[in-house]
């Protein structure tokens, strides 16, 4: 099956610093991407969707200008963390629909997620 | 109101053992429904597209009920394998909405 890749899986960074991750849909392209957010026991939360070409589409309460996302090709979204903070601390994830799966809906591959803990 | 909701569990039930658990959501002009499993610190994986008619997969069955809004899995002869947090997840205009998901812990 339709195989995302997120990179990397573990970062730990200080306050202030930005952090970089990367989604790539390794064997489909993926005009689009989503990047969640999951806190301890709590829901994955639809932070943006990333779309090729143009700009991403953030959800309400998302600060677009501290998670900036690129996606700059069919394969690759890159959200980026800037002046992180220790309330930035999260498990990040992204994923990708597979319209080959079908119709519009496809059905949505994650990435391995990304633990980001900031100092 | 969240748009998700689901009991968080944990649901501790022996080898064996039947667990079932639903899931409400609240927009009912929701289009398609999941349920994903999830291991401890680890990505979603699906576990099972939810069909009006409803459906089975070996040992689990998803359900659905439009009049009442909520989706329900169905775990047959539990396994310590099954063991997991299972996510609800419901597509409103194309964008998929969890719930924060119930925990299922299989004993031997």
């Known amino acids: 099956g339709a195989v995302v890749s997120q990179h990397p899986s573990w970062v730990i960074c200080k306050s202030g610093t930005s952090v970089k991750i990367e989604c790539r849909s390794l064997d489909f392209q993926a005009t689009t991407m989503f990047w969640y957010r999951q806190f301890p026991k709590q829901s994955l939360m639809l932070m943006a969707t990333?779309?090729?070409?143009?700009?991403?589409?953030?959800e309400q309460g998302v600060e677009k200008d501290k998670f900036l996302i690129n996606h700059a090709s069919l394969t690759l979204s890159t959200l980026t963390v800037t002046s992180a903070h220790p309330e930035d601390s999260s498990f990040y994830i992204c994923?990708?629909?597979?319209?080959?799966?079908?119709?519009?809906?496809?059905?949505?591959?994650f990435g391995e997620g990304s633990r980001l803990t900031v100092l | 109101r969240k748009e998700v909701e689901q009991d968080p569990g944990p649901f501790n039930v022996p080898e064996g053992a039947t667990v079932a658990f639903n899931c409400t959501y609240s927009?009912?002009?929701?289009?398609?429904f999941f349920w994903y499993r999830q291991d401890c610190r680890k990505e979603p994986k699906l576990l099972m597209s939810?069909?009006?008619s409803g459906n089975e997969d070996g040992r689990f069955t998803a359900q659905l009920n439009r009049a009442s809004q909520y989706i329900s899995l169905l775990i047959r002869d539990s396994k310590l394998s099954d063991s997991a947090t299972y996510l609800c997840a419901v597509i409103n205009d194309y964008k998929l909405s969890f719930g924060a998901g119930t925990t299922v812990t299989v004993r031997a």
């Open positions: 927009n009912s002009a929701s289009q398609s």
């Open positions: 939810v069909y009006s």
């Open positions: 990333s779309n090729e070409g143009s700009k991403a589409t953030y």
């Open positions: 994923s990708a629909r597979d319209l080959r799966a079908g119709g519009n809906t496809g059905e949505l591959f």
